[in-house]
T-cell receptor, first 112, second 113 residues
Framework: DAGITQSPRHKVTETGTPVTLRCHQTENHRYMYWYRQDPGHGLRLIHY???????DKGEVSDGYSVSRSKTEDFLLTLESATSSQTSVYFCAISIRTDAGYTFGSGTRLTVV | DAKTTQPTSMDCAEGRAANLPCNHSTISGNEYVYWYRQIHSQGPQYIIH???NNETNEMASLIITEDRKSSTLILPHATLRDTAVYYCIVRSHYGGSQGNLIFGKGTKLSVKP
């Protein structure tokens, strides 16, 4: 969607390597979110941010860390990738807690 | 656990109205009903949300029962491009974890020619 970009779109990495996914927005929205989507589990919240340097854990945060040093970027890091982290990762933004979310196009990550 | 119950799948003929039901019998007074959809391989898309009054926008209508225990999303004239998984979600508008969007399994709507 316009205003939110995820990079890379596809990545293959080896088990044990660090991986960082980037979410970039041009909407100046305060709230940003990282989800993962897997068959049989649907979309699950990993981490979210409610402002610069303000982040919190979601329902499946183990093995992931995030950083938000400026409004437009929200980084998701897998410190040591595992095969269970093979998934499609979606970033989302929202301007307020009561607003609809705008989702990015996703990053397909494969850990071999 | 998901706070909503939706049918796993539904079919609809192209050009007809698609009525997607959702049960949320444990909804609390400060929780809203949200609908999103996800077309294959794309990120979810916001459709509409409401508290207790019926809502309409350019995409759909949302009908919420008076007791707020269930709702129906209506796509008035379904097209093939409306084939997607539709998610009904209840959430509060408070900040913090209470306000996060938690997705269930949704309803797979197939619009057929």
């Amino acid at each position: 969607d316009a205003g939110i970009t995820q990079s890379p779109r596809h990545k293959v990495t080896e088990t044990g390597t660090p991986v960082t996914l980037r979410c970039h927005q041009t909407e100046n929205h305060r709230y940003m979110y990282w989800y993962r989507q897997d068959p049989g589990h649907g979309l699950r919240l990993i981490h979210y941010s409610y402002g610069v340097k303000d982040t919190d854990k979601g329902e499946v945060s183990d093995g992931y860390s995030v950083s938000r040093s400026k409004t437009e970027d929200f980084l998701l890091t897998l410190e040591s990738a595992t095969s269970s982290q093979t998934s499609v990762y979606f970033c989302a933004i929202s301007i307020r807690t009561d607003a609809g979310y705008t989702f990015g196009s996703g990053t397909r990550l494969t850990v071999v | 656990d998901a706070k909503t119950t939706q049918p796993t799948s539904m079919d609809c003929a192209e050009g007809r109205a698609a009525n997607l039901p959702c049960n949320h019998s444990t909804i609390s007074g400060n929780e809203y009903v949200y609908w999103y959809r996800q077309i294959h391989s794309q990120g979810p898309q916001y459709i509409i949300h409401g508290l207790k009054n019926n809502e309409t926008n350019e995409m759909a209508s949302l009908i919420i029962t008076e007791d707020r225990k269930s709702s129906t999303l209506i796509l008035p004239h379904a097209t093939l491009r409306d084939t997607a998984v539709y998610y009904c979600i209840v959430r509060s508008h408070y900040g913090g974890s209470q306000g996060n969007l938690i997705f269930g399994k949704g309803t797979k709507l197939s619009v057929k020619p």
